[in-house]
């Protein structure tokens, strides 16, 4: 169980690290006023519109998680089909090479390129509008995070299990989904606040790679598989 837990809290850190990081953060202040956009009566109160910005939020990481998850089960799929130790050691040193882009150690340059899907329907923000701005972002994961997400996915590859591989990605969107919940409910004290995160965000980025590092280096070492039996 302790095994499990850790393994767990691993994605589950990766998830946070991901949403302090230098694409999310300057664009927060973005997100809440579309998330907490409402019809504009008069009569609606504080709490209506906090309740309707927390369901947002999560309309929107599930449009994120979306793609994520089916990502993890088509890389644990890959996984189930190859499943060599080969294989898993060389996941591990991807995972290693993407931790140290994230630090800055090393910069990888195309990692570094940006792809945006657009959507007019996902302009909109009705609660379908946001699921589908969530589910574009996803397609365009700018190169920030990139890493982290890549870490994972090499992790749910050599898992070689199709629905925890979609598990593992499930548990990595849960960790981005807090944040937004808890900026969400005190977007009036924290939107001024987080701001004086900008200075620290190299930094944040810098930890999220030594967590991606750390992955690679039990996928190498079979530390990995020896977690994964535990939990089974």
């Not at 996984?79 to 898993?88: E, H, N, T």
Request: hydrophobic share 50%; net charge positive; glycine share 12%.
């Amino acid at each position: 169980m302790a095994a499990q837990t850790l393994y767990l809290g691993t994605v589950l850190t990766a998830g946070l690290l991901s949403f302090f990081s230098p694409c999310i953060v300057p664009l927060l202040p973005v997100y809440i006023s579309v998330f907490s956009a409402g019809s504009g009566a008069a009569q609606e109160d504080i709490f209506q519109r906090r309740i309707r910005t927390l369901f947002k939020s999560c309309l929107f990481v599930a449009g994120i998680s979306t793609c994520f998850i089916i990502l993890g089960f088509g890389a644990g799929a890959l996984g189930s089909v190859i499943g060599s130790r080969f294989f898993v050691t060389a996941m591990g040193l991807i995972v290693i090479v993407l931790g140290l882009h994230q630090t800055g150690l090393i910069h990888i340059k195309w990692l570094s390129y940006e792809k945006k899907v657009n959507l007019k329907r996902s302009h909109r923000s009705d609660y379908f509008g946001v699921f589908l701005l969530g589910l574009t972002f996803s397609f365009g994961w700018t190169p920030c995070i990139g890493p982290v997400l890549g870490a994972i996915l090499g992790l749910s590859a050599t898992s070689s299990r199709p629905f925890y591989g979609g598990f593992l990605m499930a548990v990595y969107s849960l960790g981005f989904l807090i944040p937004f919940l808890i900026l969400a409910l005190f977007s009036d004290v924290l939107l001024q606040r987080i701001k004086k995160l900008n200075k620290h965000l190299g930094k944040i980025k810098a930890a999220g790679g030594v967590v991606i590092i750390m992955m690679g280096i039990l996928l190498m070492t079979d530390n990995l598989d020896k977690i994964l039996m535990l939990i089974n």
